[in-house]
């Protein structure tokens, strides 16, 4: 059974620095492009970055300078790295699996195979 658990969430301020992660269970962790998309309230979900099976990453042009998406494949964990965050990165944080490539998702195939649950982000101004 396959088994994506977010962590790292939480209530921050403007400027502030979060470190998320998405753990992964059940899956051949290598062969799957990780990304994190997000949704904020009211809103649609959204992409935010992969980290592509092919060891390349894309970021969302909001988020682009500010946030670096990596991964640990002896953990089988997919990381965050949000820095300088805005009021604007406020949503639910999701992580999810694809076989696809990443340049495929961050172009909007967002097709996954597997989804997390989420983990909250609130940046308070």
């Known amino acids: 059974q396959v088994q994506l658990v977010e962590s790292g969430g939480g209530l921050v301020q403007v400027g502030d620095f979060l470190r998320l992660s998405c753990a992964a269970s059940g899956l051949d962790f290598s062969k799957y492009s990780m990304t994190w998309f997000r949704q904020a309230p009211g809103k649609e979900r959204e992409f935010v970055a992969v980290?592509?099976?092919?060891?390349?990453?894309y970021y969302a042009e909001s988020v682009k300078g500010r946030f670096t998406i990596s991964r640990d494949t002896a953990k089988n964990t997919v990381y965050l790295q949000m820095n300088f965050l805005k009021p604007e990165d406020t949503g639910v944080y999701y992580c999810?699996?694809?076989?696809?490539?990443?340049?495929?998702?961050?172009?909007?195939?967002?097709?996954?195979?597997?989804w997390g649950k989420g983990t909250l982000v609130t940046v308070s101004s």
């Open positions: 980290f592509s099976w092919g060891d390349q990453s």
């Open positions: 999810a699996a694809s076989t696809q490539l990443g340049w495929r998702i961050y172009s909007g195939n967002y097709d996954m195979d597997y």
